[in-house]
C-alpha cells in the first residue's frame, strides 16, 4: 500500500509527499490538525491540509522570519512572537543573548501541546526557557490591550483564511505598530508572490500605512506552495538593508540565515518588486 | 473527468498539475517528449516525465542562465547555448545587442521542433534571426572539435541522466574551458541544493579543476523541484560579483533579473554554501 499526504497548493497544483505513518489527526477548536511521518521531510505538521512545519526544512523559515528583524533591531530586549505554535520562531528567537523575555500568543493550544510531543527539537524553547511565556491567546486581542511593549513582534501566522485572517489586516498592523516600542521592528509571513501576489499586496499596503520603513524580502522554502516565500517588514526608524548585521552576528548557529544572505534577501525579482510598487500606490 | 501530469519529483514526492489537453506526446530517438495544456502554467514542456520549461515560470530560468555569464562577461561577442533546444536561452542572450553570433547545438531536433510549434514566445530566436545559428548535434562532441571560440558557454541540460548525463563531468568542462576565449565564461544549470546536492558537488568540483573563479548562484524555479535551483559558474578571469554590471544593465527587459539580484543571487544559504566548500576540497 503507498500513503501520500496531499496538499491542494493551488485550484490547479497539488504536491504529494509519501507517508509512512499517520502520528496525529484532530479536528480542533479552531482547525484540522495533523502529523505524518514522511521519508523526504521527517515528521510534518498540517493545518486544515496546508503543509506548515517539518524537520528537514523548518529553519529556512524560522530563520529568516527570527534573525532578520532582531538583527535589523540594535538591541531587541523584549520580543513577541504571535501564532508559530509550534515553537520554532521562539526556539530563533531565544538564540540571541540580548533578549530577555519572549512572549508567544497562539490561539490554539493543541498546535502548542501536541508540537511538544512530536517535533521536540522545533519546541525546544517553549519547555523550561524562562525567557520563554506562553500564552493561550488570541494575537489580535493581545496588541490591542498593550502599548509600547516590544522591541520586535514576529507575526508567524497561517495562511490568511480561518484563525489568521485577522493577521492581514491594515487595523492589525496599526495595533502592531502601538505595541512597539519607538524603535521597533516588525515582521509578518506574507505568503508566495506567485500564488498569492494579493496577500502581499494587502499585507504590503497595510503595514506601509503605519511603518515608515516598509520592505519584503524573500526565502526558498521546499514545502510551501511555489518554494519562494515572503516576509514582510514594517520598521520605525531602522532600514534593515542599513543593519549592521556583520558585526552583531558573532557566531550565531544558523543553517540558511548569514549576514550577506540578509541583506541580499531584499534584493527582490523584478516581478516581486512590482508587486511592493502597486502595493505601496 | 480529472486529468493531472504528476512528475516524480523524487522517490517519495510528487507534484501534480491540472491539465485541460495533451498538446504533444512522442518517443524521440534521445527521450519521451510531451506537452500539455495546463491551467496553472500554460503550455508545459515535460522530457522523460521531467518538467521542463513552461509559459508561466520559463523566464527565471532562462534569465538567470544567461545574463549572469553575459554581464559577468565585459564584452560578449560569441556566445555558445548547449541543449535548450526551447530556445528560451538563445532569446535572452539575443537580447544583448554586443552579440554578434550565437550557435545553438542541442542533440534532439525533435525538441527544437516542437518548442517551434507549441512555444513560439520561448523559441522566438530561433527563427529569422540571423545572428543565431541552430545546430541539431552532441554537444559534448562540438566542445570536443573547437578551441578559443566563445565568450561566454551556457549549458542548458537536463537532468543528469539520459542525453545529460555527459554534460556534468570534468573532461566536458575541461573541452568548455579550452572552446572559451582568453577571459571567457561559462555557466551550467546544477539543480537543487535539496535534493540533488551530490550533482552540485561534483559539477563545482568538475567545474573548479579548469576554471579559476568557480561559484554557485540561485534562483527560484516554482516548476524545478524543490523550487530552489542553482547554477555553477566557471570564468578565467571576470568575477561575477565584482561586475560593473549595474553600468551595463542598460534598459535590457527582463522580468526576474535584475543588476542586484545578480550580486545577491551569489549570496547562498549556509547550507549551500557548505556544499560548494565540500566540493571545492
Redesign the interface.
Known sequence: MEL?FTEQQ?????????VTKTLHHEQTQFQELTIVE???WGKLLALDGFLQTNDV?EW?YHEMGAHVPLFTHPNPKRVLVIGGGDGGMVREVAKHPGVEHIDLVEIDGRVIETCKQYFPQISVALTGNPKVHVHVEDGIKWVMDREAEYDVIIIDSSEPVGPGEGLFTAEFYANVYKCLTGDGVMVAQTESP?TNAHVIKRAFGGISKSFPITRLY?C???TYP???WSFTLGSKVHDPVDADVHARFGDLP?????P??H???F?????V?QITEEAAK
Chains 1, 2 share one sequence.
Open positions: 501520500y493551488t485550484d490547479n497544483q497539488r504536491l504529494s509527499v509519501r514522511t521519508p523526504q526544512d529556512v506567485w524573500t526558498a522554502v521546499p511555489t518554494g519562494l544558523t543553517k540558511y540565515y548569514t550577506n544572505l541583506l541580499a534577501a534584493q527582490l525579482p523584478r516581478f518588486q
